[in-house]
């Protein structure tokens, strides 16, 4: 999969379709809000790209009530800027949430992806660097709290929740959307990174995954997370012993967080890292940082140039 997320249907469609065949893009990574634009998902089809359906899980938007909320170890409840995370114990939210999956499934789509499938966490402003104890630990509502005590520790209740909702997200596709795929972002956190955070805090236990998935997209977003482009490739090389299923690399291309621009060179040591260790695969974060940007527009088409000589 070589490609790019992109979050609403663009103004001219003709235009932006000629552009991803010119940047030798084979798949898109949409969000719901192009899901309803039936005729563009058949021209996408027609086009040949592989398509991907983003599905949030436990994201809220900023009207849901706090009381919905998960609950922080300090009982504050799970929000920081636009990162809010519902409760893992609302049975109403996570029903809708199947309901979705189900409708979605039968949508002319290639596959569902799965996002913010895992606990609260402002990832995007932390670097690997930080210790581990600035992190938030989530759900310590009454129900989530009795819930956890049925556990041998709060690390394995939390994967155990992630893993049941993969699980189901997998019968749900298989029954409606029958070859329909399903993929699943990740936290770009190795396993050693914050001592494990990745699967204690989060509860996105790769191994365990794998039994569900077709695809894992880590979002390598090296410059926000303030480390050297070689993360990249550790983080993929670490996933890679960890799983044997397909990795495909999520890239940012602007400056996310940050008040540094990223040098058009690291934007092509980043790529070239993320598709030596990723086997070619890769999905750039996102497609209006590439529109607006002519220079990293030509950084892609050079990419393109190198992708057809492969
Ligand atoms: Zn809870």
């Known amino acids: 999969m070589y490609g790019v997320k992109l979050y609403a249907v663009p103004d001219d469609v003709d235009s932006a379709i000629q552009k ?31 398509v991907n359906l983003i599905e949030p899980v436990f994201l809220a938007d900023e009207k849901l009530d706090e009381k919905f909320l998960a609950v922080t170890k300090n009982g504050s409840p799970a929000s920081q800027s636009w990162v809010r995370f519902v409760c893992p114990s609302n049975k109403k939210w996570l029903s809708n949430f199947f309901k979705r999956i189900k409708n979605d499934s039968k949508l002319c789509v290639n596959s569902l992806s799965l996002d913010f499938i895992r606990f609260f966490q402002f990832w995007e402003i932390l670097t690997p ?18 819930q956890m005590k049925k556990f041998s520790s709060e690390a394995e209740w939390r994967c155990s929740v992630i893993n049941g909702i993969a699980k189901k997200a997998r019968s749900i596709i298989t029954k409606y959307g029958k070859t329909k795929q399903m993929g699943l972002h990740t936290v770009p956190w190795k396993s050693t990174t914050f001592n494990g955070g990745a699967k204690k805090i989060l509860g996105q236990d790769l191994e365990a995954l794998s039994e569900y998935v077709d695809f ?8 926000m997370m303030k480390t050297d482009v070689s993360y990249i ?26 008040d540094e621009d990223i040098p058009m060179e690291e934007n092509e040591q980043a790529i070239n890292t993320a598709l030596s260790h990723g086997n070619n ?22 990419t393109a140039e190198k992708i057809i000589k492969q």
């Open 20 to 50: 991803w065949h010119s940047l030798n893009f084979d798949t898109l990574f949409i969000g719901q809000g192009c899901k309803n634009d039936t005729a563009f998902l058949k021209r996408l089809q027609q086009e040949g790209f592989f």
């Open 129 to 146: 660097a930080d210790t581990s104890d600035i992190l938030q630990e989530t759900c310590f509502c009454k129900k989530c709290t009795k």
């Open 216 to 223: 894992f997209t880590p979002m390598t977003y090296h410059h």
């Open 233 to 258: 490739g550790e983080l993929l090389d670490d996933f890679s012993e960890r799983t044997d299923k397909k990795i495909v690399p999520s890239v940012q291309l602007k400056k996310y967080y940050r």
């Open 281 to 302: 695969n890769l999905v750039f974060f996102q497609w209006n940082d590439i529109d607006t940007n002519q220079d990293i527009t030509a950084l892609l088409q050079n």
